[in-house]
């Protein structure tokens, strides 16, 4: 696991009261432990925080520091130190309260709602877009009284020129975070796995910096999740997870 250093129990980084671990990250690991607990992870690109309620699980993991949430200026130090100090891989915010936790989160971010779509054929096929020579799945943010399933449908026509969606079913949320002028955005999306009947070629959306939409099968997948982002590669897995399901 590591090695424990005891004094950070009392001071740690930034001066907060939380418990500090230092080893070698392993976020597949760790995703693999919380896939079995209620917990929400946040991306800071292709790093890490877990929010969660349940301590003991953390500790038989692999991780670089952990907050027991205390207050919303211990909150605040410890994500400004967690987004500045890029050797951290993965981080973990304690509170009994899980949701009463998100919304804390929350509270130290600019807020977005998104949603987005992984779409199917009839080929079996997956609609996927590169963006900035990083592959991703179409997705954008909601619109006043959109709903996240209005707001799928509609990016994935204007991204893609896909229409004629059906809802199979959600896929979750993910929750990544950047900075948009000056300030620290936090942005949820909600995804949805569609899929069409109808034979469509798509077309990239130039004026989003698509340069490219396509349909890919399943023996590019390997590919196209070593080119896009650790929250895509989130939604493939909750795609493949209600996929085993049926």
């Not at 590591?2 to 001071?11: C, I, L, R």
């Not at 418990?19 to 896939?35: E, G, P, Q, Y």
């Not at 991703?136 to 896909?162: H, M, S, V, W, Y």
């Not at 349909?215 to 989130?234: C, G, L, N, P, V």
Request: proline share 2%; aromatic share 12%.
């Amino acid at each position: 696991m590591g090695d424990f250093h005891p004094e950070a129990h009392v001071k740690g980084f930034a001066g907060c009261n939380f418990i500090a671990l230092i080893c070698n990250s392993c976020l597949a690991i760790i995703s693999d432990i919380f896939s079995m607990t209620q917990s929400y992870k946040v991306f800071f690109k292709d790093r890490v925080i877990f929010l969660t309620n349940q301590i003991d699980d953390v500790l038989g993991g692999e991780f670089n520091a952990i907050l027991k949430y205390g207050s919303q200026n211990e909150l605040k130090q410890f994500i400004e130190n967690f987004t500045n100090k890029q050797h951290l891989h993965v981080g973990f915010i304690y509170y009994h309260d899980i949701e009463m936790l998100l919304e804390l989160f929350k509270k130290q971010f600019v807020c977005l709602q998104a949603a987005g779509g992984l779409v199917t054929n009839q080929r079996n096929e997956f609609l996927t877009i590169e963006r900035l020579g990083v592959y991703d799945l179409p997705k954008g943010k909601t619109e006043p009284n959109e709903t996240a399933e209005e707001t799928a449908q509609r990016e994935i026509f204007e991204e893609c020129g896909i229409d004629h969606l059906t809802i199979v079913r959600p896929l979750g949320s993910t929750f990544h975070t950047y900075r948009l002028n000056n300030e620290a955005v936090l942005k949820e999306t909600h995804w949805f796995h569609m899929h069409t009947t109808i034979d469509q070629k798509p077309t990239p959306q130039a004026s989003e910096n698509i340069t490219v939409a396509r349909w890919i099968d399943s023996r590019e997948m390997e590919q196209f999740a070593s080119r896009t982002y650790e929250s895509i590669k989130e939604v493939l897995s909750s795609f493949r997870q209600a996929s085993e399901k049926r």
